[in-house]
């Protein structure tokens, strides 16, 4: 039923500030503000000691994290503040008659959403046809089918497909396969039975499916879910980890359609894809883990129909409860919220209908954001910044002393082929074949998730559509893609406080200069760095040269695992190498573009503050973030980012300037032995 946005590749931020290479704002850096949110600073503890809690002690220590959110910070505000901004771009067309186009259609799915009252009386009658179809499954011949139903509308189901750019040949769109179907957020919560806290929410879990099983008339709710939570968690035994899932070349076993059959036999794959449109488009399917596929198909045999189509009911009502009646969306808060996330009360109504909104005609609404909070200029300023840190990437890669000439001139060829997007996309994305009828909000949530599925399956066998964004203007976020090889930074993004006009350019820099930078490394990150400059999968490295970045990766992998956010909870070290990879060297590379925008000239001294300060200060103020445990357990167990108090300490500990800038010595609790960094850019 609903379909969110695109996964990211990556969490950042960005905006646009003075050109390197430039003088601008120097000559009046009496008159310019630091960017240094000094309020915040806790005095009774020394930035040497503790980078993150000096910046931002005194946020820690007076905020709240409001009873709506499971975490609150810079990200979460500015997400908070756009909601208000969008709401009023909704609310302004409903007002208006004679509404035509993507407004019409915003406007329509917004007040369907908003219609409570409507939504009360109906309950779960929207679903009738649909349960029907599910409790009327007569033998599992009628399986493949369904899963293929499912995943047109949304629906979770054992496994996904898509398409996408296939990996090893840039130029063309495949099919793609991939495990899904569970519903907890990753296998951990199924298969740690020693960890107290996961092993609680597993059984709460099941307590949740018997209750949303019995809102939808079953009698035997509990015994049912008690065999739903058994075959979710027999998936889970199968499934890839996360970090295998990291590996784009183990993701990549491209193989025909009528093969299938011979990894996963017993479950009707020429059924399955011939259903979902896949097989009528292409004879070939990349399969991101074959081994869960033969595994799964066994479980199709091994397990009773009765249970799959209990299954298949509650993975409909889970998705499909919080837009029904009071009684299923509160049901599904009290686990999905509070049980999961430690979220005690839900969102405004209204909020939760913008998400809507966006998930299902994003680009709509961006088009209106865009044109009223995007200045063209911000654009312009932002392109000047990316071209500046790209230039300091360029000078970066001539100059590391672990990467030989050979990798370094395909490395150089890659970053010259790099494609920057900024704030939107130059084409909008065309949605006259969707349309949504007046109080029909999950008929209106299935036609939204059938034009985006069929949308998505019409790219088979057509050109690259290089214009394409897989985020909306309007998101807080930015991301980069390695099979197109572009850095995508939305427009919502460039603005306070991640980019302050009436700063002087070191916490711009620090800010958002380490997000540009952050997004142009996963190009050379552990995983990215396995595809060329036209976005194929293929090792250009020597042999020699990635062994050595191995060797600094893997102490990255175990710096970042001896941090612990929760007692008892250690960062994932693999699972977040990416992202750490491409803090690490954001910042390297952002601090770099700054040095080169003085002009050999010293920086200013603002607020008792060098520029080469600030430049540090800038980026531990982004990651100014206070965060529920439970909350945090999920981020440890399913989110590629380390918390942030660990991207601030976690990266300035590195970075060499850091310690010029703030005269860290040996004895200082920040302190790092020059031989025990980890520097790669």
Do not use: C
């Not at 969110?4 to 950042?12: D, G, V």
């Not at 601008?24 to 806790?42: P, W």
């Not at 020394?46 to 005194?58: K, M, P």
């Not at 409860?321 to 969102?347: I, M, R, W």
């Amino acid at each position: 039923m609903k379909r969110h946005i695109l996964s990211t590749i990556t969490l950042s931020l960005m905006a646009a500030f003075a050109h390197a290479g430039g003088h601008e704002g120097h000559e009046h850096a009496s008159t310019m503000a630091s960017g240094v949110d000094k309020q915040y600073i806790d005095n009774s503890v020394r930035v040497q000691d503790d980078f993150f809690q000096h910046l931002n002690g005194e946020w820690l220590r007076t905020t709240e994290i409001p009873a709506d959110k499971s975490s609150w910070g810079s990200f979460a505000k500015l997400r908070d503040d756009t909601l208000f901004q969008l709401r009023d771009l909704i609310q302004g067309l409903q007002g208006q008659k004679g509404l035509k186009g993507d407004d019409a259609k915003i406007a329509t799915l917004y007040a369907s959403y908003m219609d409570e009252a409507k939504l009360e009386k109906l309950g779960a009658k929207p679903l009738a046809g649909e349960l029907s179809a599910i409790r009327g499954l007569k033998d599992k011949k009628g399986i493949p089918g369904l899963i293929a139903h499912f995943n047109k509308t949304g629906v979770p189901a054992p496994f996904g497909v898509f398409v996408s750019q296939d990996a090893r040949d840039s130029t063309q769109y495949a099919a793609h396969m991939g495990q899904s179907g569970l519903g907890l957020p990753d296998r951990d919560y199924y298969l740690k039975k020693e960890d107290e806290k996961t092993a609680a929410i597993l059984a709460k879990y099941e307590q949740h499916v018997a209750k949303i099983l019995g809102l939808a008339g079953n009698t035997d709710g509990a015994e049912k879910a008690k065999a739903i939570v058994a075959l979710e968690t027999e998936l889970a035994k199968v499934q890839w980890s996360r970090v295998d899932n990291r590996d784009p070349v183990k993701r990549y076993n491209k193989m025909e359609i009528s093969k299938l059959a011979d990894i996963a036999p017993g479950f009707d794959w020429n059924a399955a894809l011939g259903a979902t449109g896949i097989a009528a488009k292409t004879k070939t399917v990349i399969v991101s883990q074959p081994s869960y596929m033969t595994e799964f198909a066994k479980l199709v045999q091994s397990t009773p129909l009765e249970t799959w189509k209990a299954y298949f009911e509650w993975q409909l009502l889970r998705d499909a409860s919080p837009y029904l009646s009071k009684d299923f969306d509160d049901a599904n808060f009290a686990f999905y919220g509070t049980v999961l996330t430690g979220v005690t009360e839900q969102q405004p109504r209204w909020k939760r209908g913008v998400g809507v909104v966006e998930g299902a005609i994003g680009e709509g609404m961006g088009k209106l954001y865009v044109a009223k909070y995007f200045p063209a200029e911000r654009k312009a300023r932002m392109e000047e910044l990316v071209k500046n840190l790209l230039v300091a990437y360029k000078q970066s890669i001539d100059s590391i002393d672990w990467m030989g000439p050979e990798t370094k001139k395909q490395a150089q060829e890659k970053l010259a082929k790099f494609t920057p997007k900024i704030g939107y996309p130059n084409k909008w994305r065309d949605y006259s074949k969707l349309s949504f009828k007046e109080g029909d909000l999950i008929g209106n949530l299935g036609r939204a998730t059938e034009f985006a599925y069929n949308r998505n399956l019409d790219k088979l066998g057509k050109p690259i559509d290089k214009d394409e964004w897989g985020m909306t203007p309007q998101t807080i976020n930015a991301y980069y893609r390695p099979t197109a090889n572009e850095i995508v930074f939305p427009a919502a993004i460039l603005q306070p406080p991640f980019f302050d006009m009436n700063a002087d350019d070191a916490v711009n820099y620090g800010a958002i200069g380490a997000v540009i930078g952050h997004e142009i490394s996963h190009g050379f990150d552990d995983s990215g760095s396995q595809y060329d400059g036209d976005g194929n999968l293929r090792d250009w490295w020597t042999k020699e040269d990635r062994e050595k970045f191995k060797v600094k990766a893997d102490a990255m992998v175990k710096q970042y695992s001896s941090y612990e956010p929760v007692p008892g909870y250690n960062i994932n070290g693999k699972l977040t190498l990416g992202e750490n990879i491409a803090d690490n060297s954001g910042l390297a590379i952002a601090y770099k573009a700054y040095k080169i925008s003085l002009g050999g000239k010293a920086s200013p001294v603002i607020d008792g503050l060098t520029g080469e300060q600030r430049v540090f200060m800038g980026f531990g103020q982004v990651w100014r973030t206070k965060m529920r445990d439970q909350q945090a357990i999920v981020q440890i167990k399913t989110d590629p980012h380390s918390a942030g108090r660990f991207r601030a300490n976690g990266t300035v500990v590195n970075q060499p300037a850091f310690y010029e800038a703030f005269d860290v010595k040996e004895g200082d609790k920040m302190y790092v032995k020059p031989e025990d960094r980890i520097i790669i850019w």
